[in-house]
């Protein structure tokens, strides 16, 4: 009889969708009052039954008629995973957009996940609402000369010299 190592998937699934300071400190974008997402949601439960919102990046919804509520925590235009293990951007181009949407019930995070607009929607086994990224409205991408992403995903613009 031949025996298996443990997976570590359910490992790599907490880490990355929910804990809450899984790869935080990488390329997300920052809120802007433009940046916009048009995010569908489904219930796992009842598969016919879906809903579609358009909603600015930390603005609460309601996931239905239910208690429950969202939100689009995170940006990641071109969503890639480190070899440590942290998500990020491998570039400014919307190659492959995420949103990080986190699920509340009584006022507590009680799910979360990331939502692509190029795959279908991915969840652990306990989810009940799946998510995806339909489109992304209001996005920019920094120029590719004179700007980079600093610290916590903030867009930087380089300043010209001639003041």
């Known amino acids: 009889m031949k025996r298996y190592a443990p997976s570590l998937l359910p490992v790599v699934f907490f880490v990355l969708c929910l804990s809450p300071c899984a790869g935080w400190a990488d390329d997300s974008v920052p809120a802007t009052d433009e940046l916009r997402f048009v995010v569908e949601i489904g219930n796992r439960m009842y598969p016919d039954w879906n809903e579609i919102v358009n909603v600015?990046?930390?603005e609460t919804f309601y996931l239905g008629d239910t208690e429950f509520t969202a939100r689009v925590e995170r940006?990641?235009?071109?969503?890639?995973?480190?070899?440590?293990g942290n998500v990020?951007?491998?570039?400014n181009e919307l190659d492959n957009p995420a949103v990080h949407v986190f699920v509340y019930g009584d006022s507590a995070a009680t799910d979360s996940t990331w939502a692509f607009q190029n795959f279908p929607p991915h969840f652990s086994p306990r989810s009940f609402f799946i998510f995806r990224l339909k489109t992304v409205e209001g996005y920019l991408p920094p120029d590719s000369a004179g700007s980079s992403v600093g610290e916590g995903g903030a867009i930087k613009k380089e300043e010209d010299g001639d003041g």
């Open 56 to 58: 600015k990046m930390r």
């Open 75 to 84: 940006f990641v235009p071109d969503f890639r995973i480190s070899e440590g």
């Open 88 to 91: 990020l951007s491998h570039s």
